[in-house]
């Protein structure tokens, strides 16, 4: 068995690492190198099989990694060694989200040493509608979407809604199932966490960390595209405000 390719979240913290360096690479005998791929073979991303692999995210895999990303940075004087399609899309990104990516990286790690994101399951929709994974990362976005699913959680917001006389309803689009969809839709709403984790860091959630969406409107604030990955809901009510004015000026 070969060891398998590197993930999103692997490239993202190898990527940081570079980064870090000022886009140069690092050799085998850093420190930072053995730390990380300690880390990358910690990860719940791949099956025991491949974490017993002694290739299996080694130093040296690591090391080379971080040559394959540093050569292959747009303006790098050399020649680039060959690496895959995903090692040069991250490190696109990286240069052009260069805050929050490192951010996210933070929040992996952090993630991963305290445990949090080791014990939650894999989640449905961990991946956008192209298969590409979010800007934050796979293993934020299954920790995210965890706890939007939490039935706790969730009922926690709407006791709390219903004391104060909040109305169950979509905070963007203003959609209430009860009014379309009569006792069938009554009490029904989605939630779904106004900041990401890599803004939020893994921590618990507080009732005002969530908002009530639709489930359209909830699929659209995770929607994943190239340069966004998240989505608040004020930030989605101004795209949809933004559509609305294009259709009108055709």
């Not at 073979?41 to 995210?57: Q, V």
């Not at 699913?149 to 009922?155: E, G, N």
Request: charged share 30%; with cysteine; hydrophobic share 35%.
């Amino acid at each position: 068995m070969r060891s398998p390719a590197w993930t999103w979240d692997e490239l993202l913290l190898a990527c940081s690492l570079v980064a870090n360096n000022q886009w140069r690479e690092l050799r085998e005998t850093d420190a930072q190198v053995a730390e990380l791929s300690a880390l990358l073979r910690s990860l719940p991303l791949h099956g025991s099989e491949a974490r017993s692999l002694p290739t299996f995210r080694s130093i040296g895999s690591v090391s080379r990694k971080t040559t394959d990303l540093a050569s292959n940075r747009p303006g790098y004087p050399g020649k680039p060694t060959r690496c895959g399609k995903l090692d040069k899309v991250v490190v696109a990104a990286f240069l052009e989200h260069p805050a929050e990516l490192s951010a996210a990286a933070v929040a992996i790690r952090k993630g991963i040493s305290s445990a949090s994101l080791s014990q939650v399951p894999e989640q449905p929709d961990e991946m956008s509608d192209d298969g590409v994974t979010s800007l934050e990362g796979r293993l934020l976005a299954r920790w995210t979407l965890a706890r939007e699913r939490d039935p706790k959680l969730r009922r926690r917001k709407l006791d709390h809604a219903r004391r104060l006389g909040q109305p169950l309803r979509c905070e963007v689009c203003s959609f209430d199932f009860g009014r379309l969809y009569g006792e069938l839709g009554e009490g029904y709403i989605e939630v779904h966490h106004v900041l990401p984790l890599h803004v939020s860091g893994v921590q618990e959630t507080g009732l005002d960390d969530l908002a009530f969406l639709c489930a359209n409107c909830h699929r659209m604030c995770h929607r994943s595209r190239l340069g966004e990955s998240w989505r608040t809901p004020a930030a989605l009510r101004a795209e949809i405000e933004e559509a609305s004015k294009r259709r009108l000026t055709r």
